[in-house]
């Protein structure tokens, strides 16, 4: 019954590699995330997507591609891995709400190691 | 856009005691405000949330409170427990689906 889930939970990879995270929600949202917190805990917005459609796309390096296939999966390419992308990633989901704020459910995040 | 500030970094507590985390947001249009609490190795989960019509929430022993005209709003943890300690996260946003989160607060709970 988990809401936001993301896989893998753990990736070791070399630099120069490409991987990919899955992320799926079961929650009926429109809007999903992904997030990065680095190695002091920071909390920063990568991408959004809204019915499949990206509204967020904030200074990430063109290394990273986000997909979303349909609205409950979104998904993040990142190629040619260099050492500084090594942080925890964080997916996550809302219902897009134009008047008032929107909770925002993570998932248990892709702690992403390159060596 | 959006810059929210979190004081203090780490803040320890006897069991018991209460624990008071402040967070101050630059955009007057916020409307928006939820806290987030991160256990070691898991995700961010949202412990309890205000919108700008009020301004204090209770939720069992957790509440917070929000001054607009400061531009501030706290977290309050009520007859801490060592089940408490974790990071939280306070954060700002203006009714669009962009949150700004603040650098989160190490709370830990003194058994």
């Known amino acids: 019954d988990t809401a936001v889930s993301q896989t893998p939970k753990y990736l070791v990879t070399q630099m120069g590699n490409d991987k990919s995270i899955k992320c799926e929600q079961n929650?009926?949202?429109?809007?999903m995330y992904w997030y990065k917190q680095d190695s002091k805990k920071f909390l920063k917005i990568m991408f959004s997507y809204n019915n499949k459609e990206l509204i967020i796309n904030e200074t990430v390096p063109n290394r990273f591609s986000p997909k979303s296939p349909d609205k409950a999966h979104l998904n993040l390419h990142i190629n040619s891995l260099e050492l500084g992308d090594s942080a925890v990633y964080f997916c996550?989901?809302?219902?897009?709400?134009?008047?008032?704020?929107?909770?925002?459910?993570f998932g248990e995040g892709s702690w992403l190691t390159v060596v | 856009g959006e810059n929210v500030e979190q004081h203090p970094s780490t803040l320890s507590v006897q069991e018991g005691d209460s624990a008071v985390i402040k967070c101050t947001y630059s955009?007057?249009?916020?409307?928006?405000f939820p806290w987030y609490k991160q256990e070691l190795g898991k995700g961010p989960q949202l412990i309890i949330d205000?919108?700008?019509?009020?301004g204090e929430k209770k939720d069992q022993r957790i509440a917070v409170t929000l001054n607009k005209t400061a531009k501030h709003f706290s977290l309050h943890i009520t007859e801490t427990q060592p089940e408490d300690s974790a990071v939280y996260f306070c954060a700002a946003s203006k009714g669009n689906n962009r949150l700004a989160f603040g650098k989160g607060n190490q709370v830990v709970v003194i058994p």
């Open positions: 955009d007057s249009a916020s409307n928006y």
């Open positions: 205000i919108r700008s019509n009020v």
């Open positions: 996550a989901s809302s219902l897009l709400r134009q008047v008032s704020g929107n909770t925002i459910y």
């Open positions: 929650l009926g949202h429109d809007t």
